[in-house]
């Protein structure tokens, strides 16, 4: 059975890749999907088709600058354009760039080097906190009460400074990285994830109690409003001079600033993309690779281990640290509330599912799980609550729907998501969906050896020796 | 040789029991001797004035006057953090892994107890229960919560560690951290569904939130009165009788000895003819239950519980058994006792001394640089590595 459909899909595959197929099949579902999400911009599995759409050219047989010009299509032209629509899309669309940016960050530390960090928000929070305190009238209430804001404070700099404070914010994140990074001197495996857990819930408590002796972060309330770059009048009429008679209705300018946050987390992802790549293939990446893989060995062989782990905490904290910023921009307000625990496990959900150390798979696992979580959940969620305020109940039980507990809320029930995909994944496909290059090659030269590994070799906890020998 | 035995059942009934007194008093002593040399220390400082302003109190008698009470809060809370690190303790013995879910247990236990006894409130036993019933009714849903959380345990290992037995050691923690939050979701589920609301609060019955005086210290004004709770006391007793029935079990029966001897060697336990699955089924089916039944004493204590009152907890029990150094079933015993004691210790103690600009609300960051620290500096904890001693 299982081969039978592995063989038709083989099939179909080929087919696909055939002369000038992929061309026409990427274009006309890219079109379809495009349309379909136009006309009803409230369907979700409209929006599915059309995502399907946006991925499948990566899949197919297409030259590179074809792929990249259909990529930049729709990134710049279509997703703006459906997003003036429906301004949700946007937020979905946003919110998956920011987490595709975290991941691929998280993805440098867990997939290239091996080290699991459960405290990534820390770094994110680090960035957020950056904007946060200095695009606020915050530095003017270090002595004031926290909640309460005396009429007519102003704000502490100009807004523009935001685009400085994103370099600001990669710069703080990295350091923050180095320190937090530290114990990788001393410690390995399982009980360095710990101790990034410990710190990832350090710097949220820090977050939530320096409200006083001096009101830095203004306690569990977050610090609110923050301010947005400053967006002048002619750059809307500008945008809706051109795609007015696209969208249907003129853009206002609230909505024209989750276009512009939008494009922005766009940048952002692209330059983190190109420098997982650029690192990726660099010998820095092979380093990583090696430490990941055997770390005695990689020293042995002359590679300075201390300072690469380092190095991968960096750089995985800089693209959290830049996100950060952009995050407490976009929200205009920040708490300890969006960089705790579960946040962090969802990252790493999102790269465990798209598959350790692979870029696609990363940004496939962010965008999957993001779509789960605004959309599958929420539209679960909207569901039951239409059906408790019905007058529907199941026939043979007579259970009616309006006595279902309003707790039951598939939306609030995430963590019952996470843990359950990173279980299966753990346990049926510990490389990802779409496991990295390297990864595959391994896997097909093993493939008559064990089932697949992980790419993370644990090199054994601080205490005591390695586990693996049982495993030879 | 019969004998024997008896002599070495003894002695692993009273060693223990000599070493958790060593340990309370030893610990207990050491941190009060340091409050009070602090306390001396602070005289005529701002949180001194602040405190004879507001309280009328110097800083010294202060502290004094709240030390026995932090005392007994301190060993209470010691003893639910220890019964809980020693799941965490017992299973990186065998396996050398970090069973992450353990919180989960632990609130498992803690709401499978909690339901029992409100489903007794609702029958009615509970308000007229007098005399000892009370207490009956207790040992009753500790038994509960001790079977469905090491029932789970035992269920979790077999579905999500065993078939990752022999993967790299990253794998299991990170399916560890996913059955943790499917635990979460999955009892606030259950929960949300029989009545709409996923917290819990223990029915009040028996004497428990009594008071027993014990004696009152003599000041210039108002004598200071030193009590205890019996549900205090009953939370010490309890978790003392299962510590040092565990100790038992590990140190003096045939199955204990199949642990730690699967512990040092798992391949060699194998060839001697131990049924290696079986054994780890047992550890976890041990750790699990002390987790669950600590839950529920951690529930009477605390009285209200909801789906994620594990994470703080079993987080504080793990540091506590990477302090007593990960393994060691005694280190566990000290590591939850000394943790529970400075939390107890920072929540009195922090807010006065730093006139409320640290408050009691650092105490979990302390229990984290704690750990982090200890890993750092000395992983193998205070009393180093026994039970997994491998090359």
């Known amino acids: ?472 | 040789m019969r004998r024997l035995i008896k002599a070495d059942a003894l002695r692993e009934i009273l060693l223990p029991l000599g070493r958790m007194a060593i340990f309370v008093l030893g610990a207990g002593a050491l941190l009060s001797v340091v409050m009070v040399v602090l306390s001396l220390l602070f005289r005529g400082s701002g949180a001194d004035k602040l405190l004879q302003t507001t309280q009328g109190v110097n800083i010294f008698t202060y502290t004094m006057a709240n030390l026995p009470q932090v005392l007994i809060d301190g060993v209470t809370l010691g003893f639910v953090y220890a019964a809980i690190a020693l799941g965490y303790t017992m299973v990186y013995g065998v396996l050398e892994f970090i069973n992450f879910a353990h919180s989960e247990i632990f609130a498992l236990g803690a709401f499978a107890g909690v339901e029992f006894l409100i489903i007794l409130d609702q029958t009615g036993v509970l308000k007229t229960a007098g005399g000892m019933s009370p207490y009956l009714y207790l040992v009753l849903a500790l038994i509960v919560s001790m079977a469905a959380s090491g029932g789970t345990a035992v269920f979790i290992e077999r579905v999500a560690y065993r078939p990752l037995r022999n993967a790299p050691r990253l794998v299991p923690l990170i399916s560890a951290i996913g059955v943790s939050f499917a635990l979460q979701d999955i009892i606030r589920l259950t929960e949300s569904l029989t009545t709409g609301q996923f917290y819990r609060v223990i029915p009040t019955f028996g004497n428990f939130d009594d008071r027993i005086p014990l004696f009152s210290i003599p000041t210039g004004g108002a004598p200071i009165r030193v009590d205890i709770q019996v549900k205090s006391l009953v939370v010490i007793a309890a978790a003392m009788f299962m510590l040092v029935g565990l100790n038992y079990i590990v140190n003096a029966t045939r199955i204990g000895k199949a642990i730690r001897s699967v512990a040092q060697d798992r391949n060699t336990a194998a060839i001697m003819g131990i049924g290696v699955n079986g054994i780890i089924s047992f550890t976890f089916l041990l750790g699990g239950s002390l987790g669950g039944a600590a839950g529920v004493l951690y529930a009477l204590k605390f009285t209200r519980i909801d789906p994620f009152v594990g994470f703080m907890p079993g987080m504080k029990a793990f540091t506590a058994a990477v302090l007593g150094g990960i393994g060691n079933l005694t280190g566990a015993l000290l590591g939850g006792i000394v943790l529970g004691m400075l939390e107890s210790f920072a929540g009195a103690y922090l807010g006065t001394f730093t006139m409320g600009n640290f408050g009691s609300e650092y105490k979990d960051i302390l229990a984290f640089l704690i750990l982090i620290i200890v890993i750092i500096f000395r992983p193998s904890g205070l009393l180093g590595e026994q039970v997994s001693q491998k090359a």
């Open chain 1, 1 to 472: 059975m299982k081969i039978q459909i592995r063989d038709a899909l083989r099939k179909a595959a080929v087919f696909a890749n055939r002369g000038k197929i992929p061309y026409i099949l990427s274009l006309a579902l890219l079109a379809l999907g495009f349309i379909l999400v136009y006309l009803s911009p409230r369907s979700i599995p409209a929006f599915l088709v059309f995502a399907a759409a946006a991925a499948l050219p990566y899949f197919l047989e297409i030259r590179k600058p074809v792929k990249l010009a259909l990529a930049v299509l729709v990134a710049v032209v279509l997703v703006p354009i459906l997003g003036a629509r429906n301004i949700f899309y946007l937020e979905v669309i946003f919110q998956i760039a920011v987490f595709s940016a975290l991941a691929l960050g998280l993805n440098i530390v867990v997939g290239f080097s091996g080290l699991l960090n459960f405290g990534y928000m820390a770094f994110y929070a680090v960035g957020a906190y950056l904007w946060a305190f200095f695009g606020s009238s915050q530095p003017f209430l270090l002595k004031a009460i926290p909640g309460t804001v005396p009429p007519g404070t102003p704000f502490f700099m100009a807004a523009d400074w935001f685009y400085l404070f994103i370099f600001l914010g990669i710069i703080l994140a990295a350091v923050v990285g180095l320190v937090l990074g530290l114990p990788v001197l001393r410690v390995r495996g399982d009980y360095l994830a710990i101790i990034t857990l410990g710190f990832g819930e350090i710097v949220r408590q820090l977050a939530n109690n320096l409200d006083k002796p001096i009101n830095l972060t203004n306690g569990p309330q977050g610090i609110s409003p923050i301010q947005r770059p400053t967006l002048g009048p002619e750059t809307v009429k500008f945008f809706n001079n051109i795609f007015e008679p696209l969208v249907g209705r003129p853009v206002t300018v609230n909505q024209f600033y989750n276009i512009l946050f939008y494009l922005i987390a766009l940048v952002v992802v692209v330059a983190a993309v190109v420098i997982t790549y650029r690192l990726d293939d660099s010998k820095v990446g092979r380093a990583w690779t090696a430490i990941r893989e055997d770390e005695l060995a990689a020293s042995a062989m002359g590679i300075p281990a201390n300072k690469l782990k380092l190095g991968a905490f960096a750089v995985g904290a800089s693209f959290a640290g830049a996100m950060g910023v952009l995050f407490a921009a976009s929200r205009t307000f920040v708490s300890p509330e969006s960089f705790s625990f579960l946040q962090s496990v969802s990252v790493l959900t999102m790269v465990i599912l798209g598959g350790i150390g692979s870029i696609q798979g990363v940004i496939i696992g962010a965008s999957v799980v993001i779509i789960l979580n605004l959309q599958v959940l929420q539209s679960f969620s909207l569901f039951l609550s239409r059906l408790r305020q019905s007058d529907a109940y199941i026939p043979i039980i007579n259970f009616y729907w309006r006595d279902l507990s309003n707790q039951l809320d598939p939306s609030k029930y995430q963590r019952l998501v996470f843990g359950i995909i990173l279980i299966l994944m753990m346990i049926y496909r510990p490389a990802g969906i779409l496991p990295a290059a390297r990864r595959k090659r391994e896997l097909k030269a093993h493939v008559s050896e064990d089932g697949g590994t992980l790419a993370m070799n644990g090199n054994g906890g601080a205490a005591s020796g390695t586990k693996e020998d049982d495993h030879a």
